[in-house]
């Protein structure tokens, strides 16, 4: 056990934990993250994404060291942001959330791709998200609302 600390959603954190802990695990059995989502717990299917000083990483293959000092967001976070009400606003427009397990992961995995990459081409898109696996859409509809949400441009 260690004394772990980082912040967590903007607020400062400090827990007691095994340092090889799955951050997955310390998120949601200990900080109540619910949001962030288990599917494969093997780095396959991006369901369990949060950002890590703005860089998306599947919390389920990054262990509890590896965030010390750093800034932890995950969709209980970002949801109070600008951005998240605009690529939500085009998830819904478009029909890219069904049952919404994969949509966490698919909503910062969004953030981060245009972040990067403002105006993705639709291939661009697809390779993005390509680590989010979604059973329910078929994914056009997702490909369709993050170019929709990049063609109306804002800031990132
Ligand atoms: S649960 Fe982490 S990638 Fe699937
Ligand atoms: S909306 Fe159900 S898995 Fe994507």
Known sequence: MKIIKFHLNNKPVVVRAD?????LDLLRIHLHMTGVKEGCGEGA????SVLVDGVCYDSCL??????IGKHV??????????????????FADFGASQCGFCTPGMILNTYALLKKNPHPSEEEVRIALSGNL???????????????????????
Do not use: H
């Open 19 to 23: 340092p090889s802990m799955r951050l």
């Open 73 to 90: 967001v995950t969709i209980e976070g970002f949801r109070n942001t600008k951005q998240y009400r605009r690529i939500a606003d085009a």
């Open 62 to 67: 990054t262990p509890v060291a590896n965030i």
């Open 134 to 156: 979604c059973r329910c859409t078929g994914y056009n509809a997702i490909v369709k609302a993050v170019l929709e949400v990049a063609e109306k441009g804002g800031e990132w």
């Open 45 to 48: 299917c991006g369901a369990c």
